[in-house]
């Protein structure tokens, strides 16, 4: 069974900027379609970012221009880096497959945009 740990992040200023991290077990993830998945409080869980195994990205509107996928297949994690961060982009970040069936949720990372 793949487990996914995110980690990277953390409270930040508006217009300020987080890297978070995925790693998953298992060397499925080389050939897996992946994405990026958030929860605000009292929203449903929404995709923001996806990427194919072979690397191109596909985005939310919300976050284009802003947040960027990318992966290492040979550390088996996915990445998200998060420039010009808005309030609204607060949100309980979790890594998953771009696409059902979905793999058991890890436990996200909280990302905290205030000032």
């Known amino acids: 069974q793949v487990q996914l740990v995110e980690s990277g992040g953390g409270l930040v200023q508006p217009g300020g900027s987080l890297r978070l991290s995925c790693a998953a077990s298992?060397?499925?993830?080389?050939?897996?379609?992946m994405g990026w998945y958030r929860q605000a409080p009292g929203k449903q869980r929404e995709s923001v970012a996806t990427?194919?195994?072979?690397?191109?990205?596909n985005y939310a509107d919300s976050v284009k221009g802003r947040l960027t996928i990318s992966r290492d297949n040979v550390k088996n994690t996915v990445y998200l880096q998060m420039n010009s961060l808005k309030p609204e982009d607060t949100a309980v970040y979790y890594c998953?497959?771009?696409?059902?069936?979905?793999?058991?949720w890890g436990q996200g990372t909280q990302v905290t945009v205030s000032s």
């Open positions: 998953n497959k771009a696409s059902y069936p979905i793999w058991p």
């Open positions: 990427i194919t195994s072979g690397g191109l990205p």
């Open positions: 298992g060397s499925i993830f080389r050939i897996t379609a």
